[in-house]
């Protein structure tokens, strides 16, 4: 199938970006999204031209680093599907794709389609662990954890950080990616210590780090490729009210 | 060149307790006296980093991926080995020696396999401890699964995404540290050089990947935790940025590089596509838990899967290994799969696939239970392929996946360069010839967690703080160096893409030093090696500029480090003229096709030295001395 693409490129942070019109001709069906985008760099390279920048590594859905705007839409039309998992099949011979970087003030773009989401990291260092030391745990199973509990944990455990909930989200908030880290933790019996000093650290560090507010409308559920539930914002607006009420 | 292993005396069970009785110690007031710098984030290095954080030495933690959390420990699916025996089933630590061992071919060193096996419980402890949401039975205790090369059920998991979870588990630690100040971490930085001072491993030189500044770091010691070189072949199951570039520069600076012909091919991954294919993906091998593996008998058959009778299938793994049937080790079940392919019998679009059917299971055990076992598996393979696997059985095809080989270290992980410490897959040391499936996880960890957090203290305590300056000269020629290759690559403007010249390279690897390999094949890759790379050097093109954002430059500097790596690779494996785990060569197989070891010549560890870019590598033999398992010919019939 042939395609057009109509690309964001971007030098670097500080300069100026703007979409860029490219002839994606031959695609096969079979191809990942990913793979298209190499064909499409291996002709510019032919051309001279600067190949598009974008961010990817494993290339089976779980790394996290791959993401874009594809037509609008975090990663594309297909629901619970990563870019790179994202193949040409469910695309039109002729269709025109635009492809976007991340859009939100704290992931400011790099290069063409590649963001800076070290602001992830820092939420993750401002209490999204459980302060164990390496030695001197308990057995496994001295800690006996009933099955749905370990389960749930595992839903919002099953977060890649991509940063498709940030992108989508109209006002550019982290709450899905939050409460994913807050829940996993909160809900098991080994995360209850810290229970409240993690919600507290970590939403305070979602508003340093530039993230806007939530309004719950889903956006970031909808796009997510792990499918992380909205009702762990739920869960963790309540852990957050109660760990409040107690810090007074 | 005498190569110490420093294995310590005394029985097997009590070499590793013996030994951190006696190792030096560092007291807490002196260790944040000293600099380690960690290369890499993922199981090993992510561990390590935080590990001697904790202990309170000074870190420094790099990792080419924008986060920690995203190195490529993270796509490892299907789980953990761990000698608890929850199970009740006879599992023990020397049970999971054992099995590593011979599952390994009898290619590794058997103290180092011991203390692996004798941490694995302590790892599930510390995950557990962390928060890693492991898969659970009602009880609230623990499950587990079986996998590949075993007959207890010793495997933990986290649904089909093990890996992720245990390197989150390791990722937040690292992340408790980096708030707390004791480890500084360098994301989109790539290692490009090791800085050896007095014949001392003294730091590093990388570069940003994003504003493209060169800069040097120096440590009192350097530990590397770069992972595997799987994609020599191009196509493989690793992560698109996954390199040999930091142990190939160790090596080029004087680490000695062990049994690099020893690299696992995965029999479960999808087929490949098409010429457009960037990557290989796998299909954990816990599948084969219960999935049965079959082809029609008849060569040629091109009827769908459904449309064969029972009859007239031939479930080959079962046939040829009833013992363990399915669940073979994986250098076996992929040959099995090349050979029935190689007889015209193979499945799919060119014949190079084998169905992996679970219509027995689901008959068996209802869809729910596959669907929960399996789901984000099956829906994996859809996405793909666009077939629906609970309908039609998965087609699969063994493809490059891990790499056994790597840099030599002794008992503490220490290579040869005193200061250069080698863990997780980076090195060579715990699964000779070949890995059992769910034990990559377990020595990442046991390296990180529970090895090098010890031994390293030894070294340190020995040398005291002694820290060169960056100005040093030995930083200022190696940045030099690098400028000036940096700007060679830019300099060429020649007509072919990297990822042209990767794909040729890998091509000919998978053809002529892949599953099977002879001694005619091998010589003819080692004559085409160096013209490719030659070529590489005279007509690759890559644009931009070195002062920015640049990913064919970085792509360029980790495909002309395969292009070297690759003459070695293929070097050891014709040296090796015997078959052993993973490596086949054809001339060596018993009448069935077995691979037939040749232990009175081939016992021991191939150490390459190098010598100079003109100067044939030196081979160095550690000799493999076995004190309580008996050498036997694996079977697993």
Redesign the interface.
Known sequence: MNLTLRVWRQ??STSQGGFVEYNADDI?P???F??ML??VN?SL??R????I?F???????????CGMMINGVAHGP?P??TTC???M?HFRDGQAITIEPWRARSFPV??DL?V???A??RL???G????????G?????A?????PD??L??DA??C??CGACVAACKNASAMLFVAAKVS??NI?P??KLEKDRRVLNMVRSMDEEGFGNCTVMGSCEAVCPKEISLDFISRMNRDHLKALWRSK | MKLDAKIPAGPLADKWSRHRNHIKLINPANKRKFDVIVVGSGLAGG?AA??LS?LGYKVKCFCF??????A?S??AQGGINAA?N?QNDGDSVYRLFYDTIKGGDFRAREANVYRLAEVSV?I????????V??????????ANRSFGGAQVSRT?Y??G?T???LL?GA???L??Q??AGGVK?F?RTEMLDLVVIDGHAKGIVVRDL?TGEISSHAADAVVLATGGYGNVFFLS?N???CNVTAIWRAYKRGALMANPCYTQIHPTCIPV??D????L??MSESLRNDGRVWVPRRSGDHRTPNEIPREERDYFLERKYPAYGNLAPRDIASRAAKEVCDEGRGVGPGGRGVFLDFADAIERLGLNVIRERYGNLF??YE??T?EDAYQTPMRIYPASHYTMGGLWVDYNLMSNVPGLYVIGEANFSDHGANRLGASALMQGLADG??IL?YTIGDYLATERPAKPSLDHQEFKKVEEEIAARTNKFLSIKGNR?V??FHRELGKLMWDKCGMGRNEAGLKEALEKIPKLRQEFWEDV?V??DGN??N??LEYAGRVADFMEFAELLVLDALTRDESCGAHFREEHQTPDGEAMRHDENFAYVAAWEFRGPDAPPALHKEPLVYEEVHLAQRSYK
């Open positions: 030098k670097d096969s079979d191809m990942s990913l793979e190499d064909i291996e390279i032919k001279g031209e600067e190949p920048a961010d990817h590594d494993c290339r089976e859905g779980i790394c996290g680093t297909l619970a599907t998992q994202l193949h099949r790099i290069k590649v800076d989401r070290s992830f990291d993750i260092q401002a999204g662990y459980i302060s164990t030391r390496s030695g745990t308990p057995d496994g199973n800690i006996p954890i009933p099955k370990a389960d944990s595992m455990a099953a890649i950080g996993h933790l098991l080994q995360g | 561990s935080a590990t904790e991926q924008d986060s920690a959390r995203r490529h993270i796509a608890k929850y302590n599930i402890d510390q995950c557990v401890a962390q928060g949401p492991f898969a659970r039975e009602y009880s609230g205790y623990l933990f986290a649904r995404q890996g992720q979870q989150l990722y937040q630690a992340a408790k980096i708030e971490m994301p994003v199951t992560a698109k940025g596509s098409g457009h294919q960037s990557k993906t796998l829906e994996m996405r793909i666009g967690y529970f957090p893409t990822t042209e093109n644009l931009g920015e954002l990913q064919s």
